[in-house]
């Protein structure tokens, strides 16, 4: 059994040990390398920004009264229910995938792609079940704003839209393409049933805000400027989807110190 | 002698040094710390969230973080500044991570990749959230420094959290004539909301 002097000697050593690294934590010592970053996340185009801020405002608060307890509403549907709604939107999205995978020059992921559709809406019924990702045809999605983005066009300035929130006028561009050309509301609405386009909208809009509800509270609750980290954020998620690199290798590292941590 | 060598003991835990191949153990290990906290349903929030909070502290590099995210700020500022800049931001991070940390509380998640950026001595760390509707994949980025491990960054569906925070923290200070003190006063006012929002 340890006698009191051994035990004070070993809460001793233990405490010096945590002052030396709390006292080493309080050191704040920098050099100018660990400000250089290549990344220039720093230097988005926002010359609009008085009005996206009142347009992202106006979205933010439907959001919060609409779209979020709806989507709240929506995860507690059963789980084949909600995967039902995903796989049948995402199958209805694949035509319009395979034509950006074609301008793009992607005929391996075109083929892939078309073999999805005919797989998911014939074997999974409609596409209500992803029966392609089962035998390897895993899903890659491709739109206009990337297809103009390989094809050199540059990002414009920021926007934010009303209702479809954060873009860039090469997004925007591509948003207005992929509904003007999308071969099943040109259907719906040549069928004199045009109402299905704003539903099929609201749906993918609440299928897919039901997947981050965590992560937007997270942004929103914490951020001191929501604004800015929803712009940088936009960003970064469509430079990733443009590039089609995996999320390890997207952003270059930060130069960040751990020597006086 | 018995004595002598528990007093070798501690220090040898203090001063073992890690395998890289050891990074995601390591990982697992304090990401189950936190996930445990949000499970353990006698604790109270505020005694939860400081449990987490120093966690956080102790496993992300947060003093490193917040230089960076304070970007050319940093040189103008007085050295008291910046000590109350880097605690303010320290609890701006952990109240971020514990929110995030909050929402994959009741999820399954696994380590499904490690590699290791040999240039810049950095092990990223891939982990999947399953959830019934789909997978979440989330990048630790880890460095190691003096024997043991810290979290550099975490990328969440590709949104590197590190990089996000500089750009908000870059678009305050535009405001502010990039005076480290004045953005204090703000990161202090948001601390208390976030703190506010997360303990009851």
Redesign the interface.
């Known amino acids: 059994m340890i006698n009191i002097k051994s035990l004070l000697i070993i809460l001793f050593t233990v405490f010096i040990n945590f002052s030396v690294l709390s006292d080493e934590a309080d050191k704040v010592t920098t050099t100018s390398s660990d400000f250089e970053t290549t990344y220039n996340e720093d230097e988005i185009f926002d010359p609009i920004e008085p009005i996206n801020r009142v347009i992202f405002g106006f979205n933010n608060v439907a959001d919060k009264i609409i779209l979020e307890p709806v989507a709240k509403g929506y995860r507690k549907l059963p789980s084949p229910i909600q995967s039902g709604i995903n796989n049948f939107l995402s199958n209805l999205r694949a035509p319009l995938v395979v034509v950006n995978q074609l301008l793009q020059g992607q005929g391996k992921n075109a083929a892939e792609t078309t073999g999805r559709f005919v797989v998911n809406t014939t074997a999974g019924v409609l596409g209500l079940v992803d029966v392609a990702d089962k035998i390897g045809l895993e899903e890659k999605e491709e739109d206009y704003g990337q297809t103009l983005a390989i094809w050199g066009v540059g990002d414009g300035f920021y926007v934010v839209l009303p209702i479809f929130g954060p873009s860039n006028l090469r997004d925007s561009a591509g948003l207005f393409l992929t509904y003007s050309t999308d071969p099943f509301n040109a259907y719906a609405v040549r069928e004199g049933e045009g109402w299905v386009v704003p539903l099929r909208t609201a749906t993918n809009a609440v299928d897919k805000r039901s997947k981050i509800i965590a992560e937007v509270n997270a942004l929103r609750n914490n951020s001191v400027d929501y604004y800015a980290a929803v712009r940088s954020s936009y960003y970064q998620n469509r430079k990733a989807a443009i590039q089609n690199i995996d999320d390890s290798e997207l952003t270059p590292l930060p130069l960040i110190s751990v020597e006086f941590e | 002698m018995n004595?002598l060598y528990?007093?070798f003991f501690?220090?040898l835990l203090?001063a073992t040094p890690l395998l890289a191949d050891e990074a995601s153990d390591w990982l697992k290990k304090e990401i189950d710390n936190i996930l445990d906290a949000y499970k353990d349903t006698s604790v109270s929030k505020v005694d939860r969230f400081n449990l987490i909070e120093d966690s956080i502290n102790n496993n992300f590099?947060?003093?490193?973080?917040s230089?960076?995210v304070a970007?050319?700020s940093?040189f103008s500022a007085s050295k008291e500044t910046?000590?109350e800049y880097?605690k303010l931001f320290k609890r701006?991070l952990a109240?971020?991570i514990a929110?995030?940390m909050?929402?994959?509380s009741y999820q399954e998640y696994v380590l499904i990749?490690s590699?290791y950026?040999e240039k810049?001595k950095?092990s990223?760390i891939?982990m999947e959230i399953h959830n019934?509707?789909?997978n979440?994949?989330v990048?630790w980025?880890v460095?190691k420094?003096?024997d043991r491990y810290?979290v550099?960054?975490l990328?969440?569906?590709?949104?590197?959290l590190?990089?996000?925070?500089?750009?908000?923290?870059?678009?305050?200070l535009k405001k502010v004539d990039q005076k480290l003190n004045e953005?204090n006063v703000?990161?202090r006012s948001?601390n208390e909301?976030?703190y506010s929002?997360?303990t009851n």
Do not use: C, P
């Not at chain 2, 590190?162 to 305050?172: A, D, L, P, Y």
């Open positions: 004595f528990k007093i501690i220090f203090n590099a947060g003093a490193g973080i230089k960076f970007g050319k940093w910046k000590k880097v701006h109240l971020n929110s995030i909050q929402g994959y990749n590699k950026d810049n950095v990223m891939d019934d509707t789909g979440l994949l990048t980025r460095k420094s003096k810290f550099i960054d990328i969440v569906a590709d949104i590197s590190v990089v996000t925070k500089r750009s908000e923290f870059n678009s305050k953005l703000v990161l948001q909301s976030s929002i997360i």
